[in-house]
């Protein structure tokens, strides 16, 4: 390439930068390590966190996602609920709007729940009453789903290995073990 034309390039890249909207989030709440608190008559729009909890006494009118935390919902939450690694907790009479989605992690709902899409539970578990109502499917896999055929693949490979070093064991019977070395 030329410098030309890498000299155009670089100031239609600029140009870009320069011409590029700026994001708004103006009610949005991202946190690494510290817990979000959403007070009784606060509203948040998105809220994310990183290895902390979310408790949200209000509103969220967005989405709720947390990685290596817990969600714990009293009032609404408008959008998606997701979780990884942690618990999602929807009190009595607690609202979803979206999905409600927890990979290795428990779901526990109180009375009157609804979930206005669907609940997913991958690998973890779910504790919810006939009260719960969830309008789109129910999904749930088991913890030992995933951890059974991770055990099964283990143990095969140990005992592959431990053949592999009987056999070299056995190969050098009758030498002092080590054996010496060739010359």
Known sequence: MNT??????????????????????????????TNIHVGKDASAHDVVCFFCNVDAQGEIKGDVVVFFGDIHIADKADHDV???????????NAAVGGDMVSLFGAI???????????????????????????AGDRVTQPLWLFL????????????????????????????????????
Do not use: W
């Open 82 to 92: 997701v979780s990884f690694f942690g618990k999602v907790k929807a009190d009595d």
């Open 4 to 33: 030309k034309r890498i000299f155009a390039l670089f100031l239609l890249a600029t140009a870009f930068v320069f011409v590029s909207l700026p994001a708004f989030a103006d009610r949005d709440s991202v946190q690494f390590g």
């Open 108 to 134: 526990r709902l109180g009375e009157n729940v609804s979930v206005g899409k669907d609940m997913v539970s991958l690998f973890g578990s779910v504790h919810a009453p006939d009260s719960v109502t969830v």
């Open 148 to 183: 059974g055929p991770v055990i099964l693949l283990g143990v095969i490979v140990i005992v592959i290995v431990r053949e592999v070093q009987g056999r070299r064991r056995r190969r050098f019977v009758g030498y002092p073990f080590p054996p010496p070395p060739q010359l």
